[in-house]
């Protein structure tokens, strides 16, 4: 009753395994993923194969998959599906491929399609190539030319069985059961091809298989000095408290294995391995020791400490240090970066302010060093209105010439200006003095009033000052204009045309009632606009007036 009840079981399991198969089989609409390269596997025949999917993970999460394996069929993309009924010699058993008693025709591509969720799955590929006898084609990776002390077999890694070794075909005596054969004093004469033949059991028949590697030797054959791969030593890894942090530890110590190395992980001279939150995983491969640790929750402590990776063989220890360190905090770049742009508009704003000073201070400068004479008599030609003006506009425009004007660019920076009725001699001709003086004069300072306009003054003499002063400054393109404004209002509609061209070019310097001070911002861009007075003059001009009027440097 019982034998019945177990046989009832596993017709269910294998049903439902073969619907839950089917239906991802049948989903053609899926296209599953081409998973690792494609892999060969070299068997001779009569012997059976245990074929696990290639992958480690389809390999091992066979909890919640399912598994279909093919066999592409020679010439064609057609696939052959193949069971899973133990009974038959081709057949699989969830992600292992069992071929039993192979035989030549069952040379070929077999795919192994695996379902890891619903509507997702992956694909990979394995040759298997069936020799008669036996064949250079059949070893496994050659040894390396150093001297091991074992050989590890390349079959039943997976399977439970005993395990017989033999050299160049012929047993070899007195060996220890086990995966490794261990070679006592390696030399020349241990070379050879040494194979292990494996015998498994498979739903209580014994099968075989076997795997063979060449062995040979170097005349002198020794390891070197451990070497450092990971991680650089001193090095800082970035780790918040919290964290899960991987450190990795890996030593090169030649190809020849070595029985006594080691490599392992250290906080502050403890050793870590066993300790709650630290996992150690140690693995080897081709002369190659890795130590990888596992900081599950990076506490304070860890933080700041130093982590030692030390590797040990048989002559010396060496290791290598690793500091976690907390990420460094923004603020401090940003208040940085803050400071900057504070100094950068600082500076600006300053420069901006005195950069009318320091063109002045470097002009003084460089005619210091470069002056030279251009011929020229004035340094300006004063143009204003002196007639048709009311009692307040003349006062202020009188005030301004023969005060300030005067008293600031002639009497203290040494400027040499020709004004009307104090640098002409009476009864000199008009039109010929204005364009004679005007072609020696180096600036045309025009005052602008309030009242003036071309209908008022169109037969004056400051007019005709005016007009060839104009000409001469837009069409000759000298002497440069210099435009002063008294007063707030001006209609600008009512001037000439030429000089309403350079108002539109240039606003006019405005000049305030009491402005008289040297340093004063207006008297500043003045001097801008105006050439460069002889240092000589300046100086000579200012002593001058420093003692006949001390009080105007405020």
């Not at 039943?156 to 075909?169: A, L, N, P, T």
């Not at 060093?369 to 340094?379: A, P």
């Not at 506009?393 to 009725?421: A, M, P, Q, R």
């Not at 005016?466 to 404004?485: D, F, S, T, W, Y």
Request: hydrophobic residues 35%.
């Amino acid at each position: 009753m019982m034998k019945m009840m177990m046989m009832m079981l596993q017709i269910i399991a294998v049903l439902t395994e073969s619907v839950l198969v089917s239906s991802h089989a049948s989903n053609s609409t899926v296209v599953c993923e081409r998973g690792d390269e494609r892999q060969t596997r070299g068997v001779r025949a009569g012997e059976s194969l245990y074929l696990p999917c290639p992958n480690l993970q389809c390999f091992q999460e066979t909890v919640n998959s399912s598994y279909v394996w093919f066999r592409k069929l020679n010439a064609s993309k057609q696939l052959e599906r193949i069971g899973t009924e133990e009974s038959e010699r081709v057949h699989h058993h969830e992600s292992v491929l069992y071929i039993l008693w192979l035989n030549l025709n069952d040379t070929g591509r077999y795919i192994t399609r695996w379902w890891y969720e619903e509507g997702q799955c992956v694909e990979y590929e394995t040759d298997v190539l069936v020799h008669e006898g036996f064949s250079t084609d059949l070893l496994y990776k050659t040894l390396p030319e150093q001297a091991p002390s074992r050989i590890e077999c390349p079959v039943c890694e997976d399977v439970q069985g005993s395990i017989v070794w033999y050299k160049d075909f012929s047993l070899i005596p007195n060996q220890e059961p086990g995966r490794y054969l261990r070679i006592r004093e390696p030399s020349r004469d241990s070379e050879g091809v040494y194979t292990c033949v494996c015998v498994w059991e498979h739903r209580g028949v014994k099968l075989t298989s076997s795997g063979s590697r060449r062995l040979s030797i170097a005349p002198e054959a020794a390891s070197g000095s451990p070497k450092f791969l990971l991680p650089i030593n001193n090095s800082v890894v970035i780790a918040d408290a919290g964290w899960e942090v991987i450190l990795n530890c890996s030593v090169f110590f030649g190809q020849t294995v070595c029985d006594e190395c080691s490599v392992h992980w250290e906080m502050n001279g403890i050793l870590l391995d066993g300790l709650d939150g630290y996992e150690s995983r140690y693995r080897e491969t081709d002369g190659n020791v890795q130590s990888v640790l596992t900081i599950a929750s990076v506490s304070e402590s860890d933080l700041g400490s130093e982590f030692r990776c030390k590797a040990k063989d048989s002559t010396e220890v060496i290791f290598v240090s690793v500091t976690l360190k907390n990420r460094a905090s923004v603020l401090p770049v940003l208040l940085a970066c803050f400071c900057t742009l504070l100094v950068f508009l600082l500076v600006g704003g300053i420069t901006k302010w005195f950069a009318l000073d320091l063109v002045l201070f470097l002009r003084e400068i460089s005619i210091k060093l470069y002056s030279k004479e251009d011929g020229k008599m004035y340094d300006a030609y004063v143009i204003y209105q002196r007639s048709n003006l009311d009692e307040t506009t003349s006062k202020t425009v009188s005030d301004f010439v023969n005060g300030s004007l005067l008293t600031v660019l002639e009497n203290y920076y040494g400027f040499k200006l020709f004004i009307h009725g104090r640098d002409d001699l009476p009864g000199e001709d008009c039109m010929n003095l204005t364009e004679a003086k005007i072609r020696l004069s180096r600036r045309l300072i025009i005052l602008l009033t309030p009242g003036g306009s071309a209908e008022k003054s169109g037969d004056s003499p400051e007019a005709y000052d005016l007009q060839v002063g104009l000409h001469q400054a837009l069409v000759q393109g000298e002497p440069a204009v210099i435009l002063i404004q008294l007063g707030q209002t001006l209609d600008h509609a009512r001037l000439p045309l030429g000089l309403q061209h350079l108002l539109w070019k240039s606003s006019p310097l405005l000049w305030r009632d009491g402005e008289s001070s040297p340093n004063s911002r207006f008297w500043k861009r003045v001097r801008y606009r105006m050439p460069a007075a002889s240092s000589h003059r300046r100086s000579r001009a200012k002593r001058s007036l420093v003692k006949s009027c001390p009080g105007l440097l405020v």
